[in-house]
């Protein structure tokens, strides 16, 4: 008996949620109400199913057994029996109801945005993720960390010791705790996903098309998520990162955010140098253009043409500017990016690389908008 009782014991140590979620092998229950609710159903379907198995399975194995033929067993020979199919006909019902009643009530609840204390509107791109608070005036782009894009072109040593290596980005999205957020997702090209596990929330983000899903997160930290739909080139490129912080450090966030909004809105209406506009432009140009382009800018012919030498970066910029702004076939467009920020990156295609184009300026892109 003993023997048994430690079996057991073993079992049940080796199912534990705690084992699960140290392994990687369960859901997480993550840190709002939803992402738990969703986890308690995800089990409660999963110990069903156990059970389920264990009665269908026990009986086959044990009548396979028991009556197998060398024992002499028989076959009983019967046509029919309407109590039989009755009683496994109205079991699964019973069952499919009883999981049906709590699945609804997740769905329910899962889809209700009403209750919403302020919204985040997300854009997908290829390859970033926009964030716009519309109350509160901020908009930004988040991209993939330098870290991380450091790391994918270095050794596999590097990417080992790389921090949070393809899960971490160089602007966190920031939200207050213990408010119910609404999302607005939607993209500016094909279609992402934008997946953050710990809040429960897995949403299309479609061209075209707004999709909504909400958390209230009661646990202050940092959590991360990834595009969860394959997107392109670099689709293993968009992680989601948030700061969960108290509502004191957040309302410190929209004021610094928005103070640096003004900033960069005076600095659209100024006449930049053309030095200031280069050494803007080389860091805009890595974290937004040398995926494709190579930080070189040689490229990837003939899908990602060579920066170097090209007819658009040498030739008028208001083709140039347009390309940028509006994109064209695989070029996604950058309307996203801020008068100076376009500015910037254009001078630095049509004057780096060996280009010999002219000077762009943010009211020049302003104009073309």
């Not at 950058?334 to 780096?352: H, P, Q």
Request: glycine share 8%.
């Amino acid at each position: 008996m003993r023997k048994l009782a430690k079996v057991v014991a073993s079992v049940t140590a080796l199912t534990s949620t705690a084992v699960f979620s140290e392994y990687g092998l369960n859901m997480t229950k993550g840190v709002t109400s939803i992402s738990r609710d969703i986890y308690d159903l995800h089990m409660m379907v999963f110990w069903v199913c156990v059970v389920i198995a264990v009665i269908v399975f026990g009986a086959m194995f044990y009548s396979v057994f028991a009556h197998r033929k060398s024992k002499g067993a028989v076959a009983s020979q019967f046509h029919e029996s309407t109590k039989a199919e009755i009683l496994w006909t109205l079991i699964p019902i019973v069952i499919l109801i009883g999981m049906a009643i709590p699945a609804t009530t997740t769905l329910i609840d899962l889809e209700d945005t009403s209750k919403a204390e302020m919204s985040v509107k997300i854009t997908g791109h290829q390859w970033k993720w926009q964030y716009d608070y519309p109350k509160e005036g901020i908009s930004f782009i988040s991209n993939l960390s330098k870290n991380s894009k450091d790391a994918v072109n270095g050794t596999p040593e590097d990417r080992n010791n790389a921090n949070h290596y393809l899960l971490d980005v160089d602007k966190r999205m920031v939200l207050p705790v213990n408010t119910s957020v609404r999302f607005l997702i939607t993209s500016n090209d094909v279609i992402h996903n934008w997946w953050m596990p710990a809040f429960g929330v897995k949403q299309d983000a479609n061209p075209g098309f707004i999709n909504d899903a909400w958390a209230k997160v009661d646990e202050i930290g940092t959590y991360r998520g990834q595009c969860a739909e394959l997107c392109g080139k670099d689709h293993g490129f968009m992680p989601i990162v948030v700061d969960v912080v108290s509502k004191a450090d957040y309302a410190k966030w929209v004021a610094k955010e928005q103070s640096a909004a003004a900033v960069a809105v005076a600095s659209a209406t100024k006449t930049w140098t053309k030095s200031e506009l280069m050494a803007k432009g080389k860091n805009i140009y890595e974290t937004n253009c040398a995926g494709c382009h190579k930080i070189d800018g040689s490229g990837m012919p003939p899908i990602f043409p060579a920066m170097a030498g090209s007819t658009i970066a040498n030739g008028q910029a208001a083709e140039h500017m347009k390309l940028v702004l509006h994109g064209k076939g695989g070029m996604p467009a950058f309307k996203m990016l801020g008068d100076a920020d376009l500015a910037s990156v254009i001078t630095y295609e049509r004057n780096g690389f060996g280009n010999t184009g002219s000077v762009v300026q943010p009211s020049d892109i302003k104009s073309a908008r």
